[in-house]
């Protein structure tokens, strides 16, 4: 955490980098041919565009935010297009390809950004909200074990439980008044929205991850993590969580 912020932005591009893998691997078993390898180069490369972006240097992109997004979205929309061409994807296959392309750049390359631009502003920040993921998912994991009898989301996660995620929200919120009380030296009520926020959003990036492995009858999505299912199982609810933590952070000006 106290690497310079290029530093830990090539950490986090490799650790995403293996998760991309994984995603890959899963999704091509609905579009064996479609040319999903791409996103290992398009998500760093729409990282990158995002963090000049939100730090406010758009390489040398129109200055108007709107601008900016209509441009990025364009490019994204028109590669996306043009890598299905190209590589002869079938044509049952091809909407499929695209709306992966696009879906996994963004779905990668956002929260990847929103990591480095968290840890550009504070590396206590992004503690916080590595805290406030990991130690939910922990929570709810032992209080659905233990108290879960309605399922949340019995077809996408049969596991899954409504006391688990009221486990998830309740630890959020105590993280964040630990980690007021520690850093700040009195209580910040808008970090309990966030902390609420990044729970929430983090839940469902979960429960998302859960739906593409359903989806593809994928029980663990790799084995490059031993023991935590894979990268991409290892980071799921960040991918949901973190851009809710930095729109957050924007919102309240923190």
């Known amino acids: 955490f106290g690497l310079p912020n290029a530093g830990f932005g090539l950490f986090c591009g490799l650790v995403f980098m293996c998760a991309v893998w994984e995603f890959v691997l899963i999704a091509r078993r609905g579009t064996p041919s479609a040319p999903l390898i791409l996103l290992l180069g398009t998500v760093p490369a729409a990282g990158l565009a995002l963090i000049a972006w939100i730090s406010g240097r758009p390489l040398g992109w129109p200055a108007d935010p709107g601008h900016q997004t209509f441009l990025g979205a364009m490019l994204l929309a028109v590669g996306a297009g043009i890598s299905v061409l190209i590589s002869r994807t079938s044509v049952e296959e091809a909407l499929p390809a695209m709306g992966g392309l696009c879906f996994g750049t963004l779905y990668f390359a956002v929260p990847l950004a929103s990591l480095v631009e968290i840890h550009r502003r504070d590396p206590w920040l992004l503690i916080l909200v590595l805290a406030l993921v990991w130690l939910g998912d922990a929570a709810a994991f032992y209080g659905g074990r233990s108290f879960g009898k309605r399922k949340l989301a019995p077809v996408v996660s049969p596991n899954k439980t409504w006391a688990g995620a009221v486990s998830n929200f309740l630890t959020a919120l105590a993280v964040a008044v630990c980690w007021s009380l520690w ?38 999505s790799g084995w490059l993590l031993p023991g935590h299912g894979g990268f991409y199982d290892r980071i799921d609810a960040l991918l949901f969580g973190a851009p809710a933590m930095l729109v957050g952070l924007f919102l309240l000006d923190l």
């Open 183 to 220: 850093r700040l030296g009195e209580l910040q009520p808008g970090l309990l929205l966030v902390a609420a926020l990044v729970s929430c959003s983090g839940q469902l990036g979960d429960l998302v991850e859960s739906m593409i492995k359903r989806g593809a009858s994928v029980k663990d």
